[in-house]
């Protein structure tokens, strides 16, 4: 009875090579978050989605793209990673803005 | 900015002795408080929550304790288990604003 799932759990890539990670939730929330969080410390919002309307943190590289192409799925595309961005990326919904957000278990990413 | 914070970044209790976690938040607008439990190698997950118009919530061993006056909110967990241990994030949300997460303090339960 997952509610927020993410593929892969880990996944390793090279220096600068695409990549993208997915998510998808069960929950019919409007609200879809993507998070990046190094190791301890807070998770730091990277951008969200009201439906299909995009909302991009100030402080997102722009190397950090999301889709969503409908109300169920989430994607992260990182176009150039580097060796910074290695972390976990989390994955997250809610209903409405302002209410609880509830997170998916996360993708681990290692760059080489 | 304002900014929700942690007193404590770690915090050592014997099994079977209730455990208080505190957070400092600094926005007064802020109307909405959620704790979250994040065990090694997953996703936060949501304990309780509570409204800026209650000063206490209970769930299953838990409550949390608002105090708008010092701006103050803490989680108390009674009985503490191994099971337990696990870095917690206090959160807070003003209006429709994303929540925005305290630094996080890690709970070890000593057996």
């Known amino acids: 009875d997952a509610m927020v799932i993410q593929n892969p759990r880990y996944q390793v890539t090279q220096f600068g090579k695409p990549v993208t990670l997915s998510c998808s939730q069960t929950?019919?929330?409007?609200?879809m978050y993507w998070y990046q969080q190094k190791s301890s410390q807070a998770p730091k919002l990277l951008f969200h989605?009201?439906?299909?309307?995009?909302?991009n943190e100030a402080d997102t590289p722009d190397n950090f793209q999301s889709r969503r192409p409908n109300t169920s799925f989430c994607f992260l595309d990182i176009r150039s990673p580097g060796l910074g961005d290695a972390a976990m990326y989390l994955c997250?919904?809610?209903?409405?803005?302002?209410?609880?957000?509830?997170f998916g278990p996360g993708t681990r990413l290692l760059v080489l | 900015g304002e900014n929700v914070g942690l007193h404590l970044p770690t915090l050592s209790v014997q099994e079977g002795d209730n455990s208080i976690i505190n957070c400092a938040y600094s926005?007064?607008?802020?109307?909405?408080f959620i704790w979250y439990k994040q065990e090694s190698g997953k996703g936060p997950q949501f304990i309780i929550d509570?409204?800026?118009?209650?000063d206490k919530r209970q769930g299953q061993r838990v409550t949390v304790l608002l105090n708008k006056t010092v701006k103050h909110l803490s989680l108390q967990i009674a009985a503490t288990q191994p099971g337990d241990s696990a870095v917690y994030f206090c959160?807070?949300?003003?209006?429709?604003?994303?929540?925005?997460f305290g630094k996080g303090t890690r709970l070890s339960v000593i057996a």
């Open positions: 997250a919904t809610s209903r409405e803005h302002g209410e609880t957000q509830y």
């Open positions: 929950l019919n929330h409007n609200v």
């Open positions: 989605y009201y439906d299909k309307d995009f909302n």
């Open positions: 926005n007064s607008a802020s109307d909405y």
């Open positions: 509570i409204r800026s118009n209650m």
């Open positions: 959160a807070e949300i003003k209006g429709n604003t994303p929540l925005v």
